[in-house]
């Protein structure tokens, strides 16, 4: 079971670039990282996903390293709507057929 | 795409009433979540189906939960009979087979049940 690890909160103010970091030691070789992102009362929206080095797209970027122990989701210039948590998921539990199981997740807060 | 609807959006009722959470997941996704959401739990997977069939239950708080999938563009969860300590955001999910269990899974808007 590939658990994650990720800070509880983080805050920022408008126009930073925030990284959120995400421990995932017992990644398996199929395993993708994927991240999500929740607003209240909102279900969780994927934002991201990677296997390896860097994939960036319109809202993220994801560094992974080489050992993929852990990740790094980044994004660029936050605003007030980036207010959200955000959750990393580590494959869909192969050992245990494909479930996924969400952390925690990180309670991001962007302030003016 | 229209995404996976739920419905009802939000429900009220009395202690020891039957409830029923309804999801219709994305075409083509062969694989449907449920999960519950609270402050104090967060997000927790219930049951998760795979081709319609029940693949693990074991997060299915008592027996007073069932969920079914009689084919694969709808699902309910049931709840009977209904507690207080039921109350909370409802979500389903549906996911691909595009990259297999990797697949990003896609959810509802989700159900807010409250139970007097």
């Known amino acids: 079971l590939a658990k994650t690890t990720q800070p509880i909160s983080m805050d920022s103010y408008e126009g930073q670039e925030v990284n959120i970091t995400c421990s995932h030691n017992n990644i398996a070789t199929n395993d993708y990282i994927t991240w999500y992102q929740q607003f209240p009362s909102q279900g969780p929206r994927f934002i991201i996903q990677g296997y390896k080095t860097k994939v960036t797209n319109e809202v993220a970027s994801l560094f992974i390293p080489a050992d993929r122990k852990s990740s790094t989701l980044s994004l660029p210039r936050v605003s007030l709507s980036d207010t959200a948590v955000y959750y990393c998921l580590v494959g869909g539990d192969h050992t245990n057929a494909g479930k996924s199981t969400f952390g925690d997740g990180t309670t991001l807060t962007v302030k003016p | 795409d229209a995404g996976v609807i739920q419905s009802p959006r939000h429900e009220v009722t009395e202690m020891g009433q039957e409830v029923t959470l309804r999801c219709k997941p994305i075409s083509g996704h062969n694989s449907l979540f449920w999960y519950r959401q609270t402050m104090m739990r967060g997000l927790e997977l219930l049951i998760y189906?795979?081709?319609?069939?029940?693949?693990?239950d074991s997060g299915m708080p008592e027996d007073r939960f069932s969920a079914k999938m009689p084919n694969a563009s709808f699902s309910t969860l049931k709840i009977q009979p209904s507690e207080p300590r039921d109350s909370a955001v409802y979500f389903c999910a549906s996911r691909g087979d595009t990259l297999g269990y990797n697949s990003p899974l896609h959810f509802g808007n989700g159900t807010r049940l409250t139970v007097t």
């Open positions: 189906f795979n081709n319609n069939v029940p693949i693990d």
